[in-house]
C-alpha cells in the first residue's frame, strides 16, 4: 500500500530564512498531494496543494514542488517569519479512493 | 463558505464510560466526512469514512464506531472507553468530486483524555 516519508521530523530556522520539507510516496497511481499547516491545539489548515499533472506551484512565500518520477515533493517557505512556526503535514491521496495517507509531520520552528 | 464544527473541545471520560463526539459541516451539501485520531507528536491515523447518509467505511479494527444520521453530522462513538483510545479526534469533509484528489477540511479537533 501508499506509505509517505516525511523529513526532517524537526527543522529550526533563523527569521528570514528559507525552510525545506521534504516527502516521498510509494505508489505511483497517487495524483493529489497537499500540504497541511498545524498549531498548537488546532486541526490542521490547507496550506497549498499539487497535483500530479504540474511540478510546481506558488502562493505567495508557499511553494511546492513535484518530482513524479523521483515520487517526491518538497514544502518551500521563504521568508520565514515567527508566525510559521506549527508543524507540517504532507499526505497523498490513494488513487481511486476518498482516502489519504499523511506523512508523520514537521515542527518548524522560526527563530527570531 | 463552508464550515465545520467539532464538540467537545474536551473531554476527560473514566475508563469504561462510553463515548460520543459529534461533527457537523455547514454550506455544503453531499461531503466526504471522515475520522482521524492523532497521537501526541504523531500523525494522522483514518478512523472512518463516509460518503453519504448511513455508509460507514472502518480502517482500522478498534473500539470506536461511527455514524451519519444526517448529511451533514457525522458522530464517533464507544460503548466501553479503553485507555489507549486517549487522543486528539478530528473530523473532516471533503468535496465529493472525483476519488481522493480533493482537499480535506479539518475541524479543530477533540482532545479526549481517558483516566
Known amino acids: 500500500g501508499e506509505n509517505v516519508e516525511q523529513h526532517p521530523s524537526t527543522l529550526s530556522v533563523q527569521e528570514g530564512d528559507s525552510a525545506v520539507i521534504k516527502c516521498t510516496y510509494s505508489?505511483?497511481?497517487?495524483?493529489?498531494f497537499p500540504w497541511y499547516k498545524q498549531e498548537l491545539g488546532k486541526g490542521p489548515q490547507l496550506i497549498i496543494d499539487?497535483?500530479?499533472?504540474?511540478g510546481e506551484k506558488k502562493d505567495q512565500r508557499i511553494a511546492v514542488t513535484l518530482n513524479k518520477t523521483a515520487k517526491h515533493f518538497s514544502l518551500h517557505i521563504t521568508e520565514t517569519q515567527p508566525e510559521d512556526s506549527a508543524v507540517y503535514f504532507c499526505?497523498?491521496?490513494?488513487?481511486?479512493?476518498?482516502?489519504?495517507?499523511f506523512g508523520t509531520g514537521t515542527r518548524l520552528k522560526v527563530l527570531a | 463558505s463552508q464550515t465545520i464544527h467539532q464538540w467537545p473541545a474536551t473531554l476527560v471520560q473514566p475508563v469504561g464510560s462510553p463515548l460520543s463526539l459529534e461533527c457537523t459541516v455547514e454550506?455544503?451539501?453531499?461531503?466526504?466526512l471522515y475520522w482521524y485520531r492523532q497521537a501526541a507528536g504523531r500523525g494522522l491515523q483514518l478512523l472512518f469514512y463516509?460518503?453519504?447518509?448511513?455508509?460507514i467505511s472502518s480502517e482500522v479494527p478498534q473500539n470506536l464506531s461511527a455514524s451519519r444520521p444526517q448529511d451533514r453530522q457525522f458522530i464517533l462513538s464507544s460503548k466501553k472507553l479503553l485507555l489507549s483510545d486517549s487522543g486528539f479526534y478530528l473530523c473532516?469533509?471533503?468535496?465529493?468530486?472525483?476519488?481522493?484528489?480533493?482537499?480535506?477540511?479539518f475541524g479543530d479537533g477533540t482532545r479526549l483524555s481517558i483516566l
Open positions: 473532516a469533509w471533503s468535496a465529493r468530486q472525483g476519488t481522493g484528489n480533493q482537499p480535506q477540511h
Open positions: 505508489d505511483s497511481a497517487s495524483n493529489y
Open positions: 499539487i497535483r500530479s499533472n504540474v
Open positions: 499526505a497523498a491521496n490513494l488513487e481511486g479512493t476518498y482516502k489519504y495517507i
Open positions: 454550506g455544503t451539501s453531499n461531503p466526504n
Open positions: 463516509s460518503v453519504g447518509i448511513g455508509q
